[in-house]
């Protein structure tokens, strides 16, 4: 089971990034994909998800902002991020799991399959 996610990089606020996450080793269509950052010095954060339903839930700070989605075909979930932020700099990880707590959603610790993280940096 792997995740690799893609397109990181660094910015100017105001900008946009797309990251990219491609999935292999698992049935994705069955899986929760989420989108996960680390600030240095914070605390993980849970950015984004999509059900397998396509229904998405967002983090209070990125909505509007950052859009994900997911094409079942390609395995694959994206994360779109416009107007960025100095604020949305970190470590942008995407995780899945079969089936994770709807009203939990938030909680990093129960995404049992891990992306390696691709940075992203948003200069002021």
């Known amino acids: 089971v792997q995740l690799q996610a893609s397109g990181g990089g660094l910015v100017q606020a105001g900008d946009s990034l797309r990251l990219s996450c491609v999935a292999s080793?698992?049935?994705?269509?069955?899986?929760?994909m989420a989108w996960i950052r680390q600030a240095p010095g914070k605390e993980r954060e849970v950015v984004s998800i999509v059900w397998s339903d396509r229904s998405t839930y967002y983090e209070d700070s990125v909505k509007g902002r950052f859009t994900t989605s997911r094409d079942n075909v390609k395995s694959t979930v994206t994360l779109q991020m416009n107007s960025l932020k100095p604020e949305d700099t970190a470590v942008y990880y995407c995780?899945?799991?079969?089936?994770?707590?709807?009203?939990?959603?938030?909680?990093?610790?129960?995404?049992?399959?891990w992306g390696q993280g691709t940075q992203v940096t948003v200069s002021s």
């Open positions: 995780a899945a799991d079969r089936s994770p707590i709807r009203t939990s959603w938030r909680d990093w610790r129960q995404y049992d399959v």
């Open positions: 080793g698992l049935t994705f269509r069955a899986y929760h």
